[in-house]
Nanobody, 129 residues
Framework: VQLQASGGGLVQPGGSLKLSCAAH????????IGWFRQAPGKERERVSC?????????YYTESVKGRFTISRDSAKNTVYLQMNSLKPEDTAHYYC??????????????????????WGQGTLVTVSS
């Protein structure tokens, strides 16, 4: 199984980026998928989560509500994170992870068991002028 997060880069404050989480060997539709981020010197936090296709529902941490949108493209076996109105505090490495459960825990501060122990390389988002 290969899971790859991509789409990061350098963007000015107020700009947009779209991150992709593509999988080979794993059908993402059957899993809840979380997007996480870790800024230098800070703990990793869950930014957003989307339930499996049968359960729908999406979740966002308070700081990104109204700015970020998580979605799926089943045909491409990919989960996206559209990030608009980016702020310097959004600067971090971003990671995607499938969960063991088909639904996301509602509270982003609650640990949820991931399908894989490894976080992978992630993708770096830098918001700076």
């Amino acid at each position: 199984v290969q899971l790859q997060a991509s789409g990061g880069g350098l963007v000015q404050p107020g700009g947009s980026l779209k991150l992709s989480c593509a999988a080979h060997g794993l059908a993402l539709d059957y899993y809840a998928i979380g997007w996480f981020r870790q800024a230098p010197g800070k703990e990793r936090e869950r930014v957003s989560c989307i339930n499996s296709v049968q359960h729908e529902s999406t979740y966002y941490t308070e700081s990104v509500k109204g700015r970020f949108t998580i979605s799926r493209d089943s045909a491409k076996n990919t989960v996206y994170l559209q990030m608009n109105s980016l702020k310097p505090e959004d600067t971090a490495h971003y990671y995607c992870a499938p969960m063991v459960d088909v639904t996301c825990v509602v509270d982003p501060g609650t640990d949820q068991e991931r399908l894989f122990d490894s976080w992978g390389q992630g993708t770096l988002v830098t918001v700076s002028s």
